[in-house]
Nanobody, 126 residues
Framework: QVQLVESGGGLVQTGGSLSLSCAAS????????MAWFRQAQGKEREFVAA????????HYSNTVEGRFFITRDNAKSTVYLHMNSLKPEDTGVYYC???????????????????WGPGTQVTVSS
């Protein structure tokens, strides 16, 4: 089955930028809608962004709208999350996953996502 591995996390100051990558194994990556979630310590996992299989449409939580941008490169079997104007409340473990829904707006529901990666830590200092 599909295996996902996130990378690019680290420590960044408030207002800074950071880009995350999610590398997928397998040849079926091009057919998958993909999503990013995050989980802060002591909180539930939270939807961040989703992208259509072709990259032609994207969906964001209102918390990150205008600051974060999700992209993908199907030739490299990789989805990206470009994060700008970072805030301390963006701190958490960021996960990518395969979204089983055909419409990317529906990817915000955690239960429609599968094949979660192990996550990468993002820490935003004040």
């Amino acid at each position: 089955q599909v295996q996902l591995v996130e990378s690019g996390g680290g420590l960044v100051q408030t207002g800074g930028s950071l880009s995350l990558s999610c590398a997928a194994s397998g040849r079926a990556f091009r057919s998958y809608n993909m999503a990013w979630f995050r989980q802060a310590q002591g909180k539930e996992r939270e939807f961040v962004a989703a992208i259509f299989w072709s990259g032609g449409s994207q969906h964001y939580s209102n918390t990150v709208e205008g600051r974060f941008f999700i992209t993908r490169d199907n030739a490299k079997s990789t989805v990206y999350l470009h994060m700008n104007s970072l805030k301390p409340e963006d701190t958490g473990v960021y996960y990518c996953a395969v979204c089983k829904e055909l419409i990317v707006t529906q990817c915000a529901r955690e239960l429609v996502n599968d094949f979660w990666g192990p996550g990468t830590q993002v820490t935003v200092s004040s």
